[in-house]
């Protein structure tokens, strides 16, 4: 079985601040892991994917997350926020087919 | 290339009522998956289509129930609608049949009364 969890269901950051979302997993089998993100009244955004190549992912919109097994964790940063960076974080997983699995949220607040 | 659509974005029903959702995915993309999303549960897998077949089905009650079409197009229906069934309800699709990106189309906000 897979599931995430999302520590955190509110963060707050200043302009300029590092960015910093958990995301920690569970999977029986070697996971996909996923980032997006989503803006009031839209639907998901790809952030970045992890798909067993490297363990540093880069993706859009100056996001990276970095792969560890042996903390099961999947954890998105940025190092200088960005107002508009300000939505609803989302982690997901998936092991076969396309039954993804979502963490709860993380709604980012950048404040000025 | 269009992205994911929806129709309707937004669906004011009543209880007892049903209603079908129409997703049409990115032009190539043979995998379409449904997810519900509320305030309280988050985002909830309901089932995913691929080919025409559904290979993967979510914890939903029968009353929720969908169908893929050859051109890939999917529709979703709820029958007797509930209260509790008010919600966003996306749709996803996919090139591959295995764990990959899926693209979001913006939703249908419906709302039971």
């Known amino acids: 079985a897979q599931s995430v969890t999302q520590l955190g269901s509110h963060v707050s950051v200043s302009e300029g601040a590092l960015v910093l979302l958990r995301c920690n997993y569970s999977?029986?089998?070697?996971?996909?892991l996923f980032w997006y993100v989503q803006y009031p009244n839209q639907g998901l955004q790809l952030l970045l994917k992890y798909t067993s190549a490297a363990t540093l992912v880069k993706g859009i919109n100056g996001f990276e997350a970095e792969f560890k097994k042996s903390e099961t964790s999947f954890h998105l940063t940025k190092p200088s926020a960005h107002m508009s960076d300000a939505a609803e974080y989302f982690c997901?997983?998936?092991?076969?087919?396309?039954?993804?699995?979502f963490g709860t949220g993380t709604s980012l607040t950048v404040i000025p | 290339k269009a992205g994911v659509t929806q129709t309707p974005r937004y669906l004011i029903k009543t209880r007892g009522q049903q209603v079908t959702l129409s997703c049409s995915p990115i032009?190539?993309?043979?995998?379409v998956s449904w997810y519900q999303q509320t305030p309280g549960q988050g985002l909830q897998f309901l089932f995913e289509?691929?080919?025409?077949?559904?290979?993967n089905k979510g914890n939903f009650p029968g009353r929720f129930s969908g169908r893929q079409f050859s051109n890939s197009r999917s529709e979703m229906n709820v029958s007797t609608l509930e209260l509790g069934d008010s919600a966003l309800y996306l749709c996803?699709?996919?090139?591959?049949?295995?764990?990959?990106?899926?693209?979001f189309g913006p939703g249908t906000r419906l709302t039971v009364t």
């Open positions: 032009s190539g993309h043979r995998s």
């Open positions: 999977s029986s089998v070697p996971p996909y």
């Open positions: 997901a997983v998936s092991a076969t087919g396309n039954q993804f699995y």
């Open positions: 289509y691929f080919s025409e077949t559904q290979r």
């Open positions: 996803a699709s996919s090139f591959w049949d295995s764990p990959s990106e899926q693209y």
